[in-house]
Nanobody, 116 residues
Framework: QVQLMESGGGLVQRGGSLKLSCLGS????????MSWYRQTPGKEREFVAT????????KYGDAVKGRFTISKDNAKSTAYLQMNDLKFEDTAVYYC?????????WGQGTQVTVSS
């Protein structure tokens, strides 16, 4: 079945950078809209960024605008989230998302922790 697998999370100092990857399988990423969300304990999942199916447009949540960049490499079936100038409040589990035949597909998540 369609699957997403995130990687690249870890511990990073405040002000540092991290790049997350999302490997998709069993679907064509070229014509898929890909998104990133994040979640912290006790809170709802928060929208981070999305890139349109043909990479023509991107949108970002207000909390990450100007610091995060979403992209995808269709040949590698991989979406990315470049995160710069990380803040304590960016600490969360980051999830990759796409829609397949109207159903939401989620990865297992990758933990990002920002320390002082």
């Amino acid at each position: 079945q369609v699957q997403l697998m995130e990687s690249g999370g870890g511990l990073v100092q405040r002000g540092g950078s991290l790049k997350l990857s999302c490997l998709g399988s069993r679907f064509n990423m070229y014509n898929a809209e890909m998104s990133w969300y994040r979640q912290t304990p006790g809170k709802e999942r928060e929208f981070v960024a999305t890139i349109s199916s043909f990479s023509s447009t991107t949108k970002y949540g207000d909390a990450v605008k100007g610091r995060f960049t979403i992209s995808k490499d269709n040949a590698k079936s991989t979406a990315y989230l470049q995160m710069n100038d990380l803040k304590f409040e960016d600490t969360a589990v980051y999830y990759c998302n796409t829609k397949y035949w109207g159903s939401d597909i989620w990865g297992q998540g990758t933990q990002v922790t920002v320390s002082s």
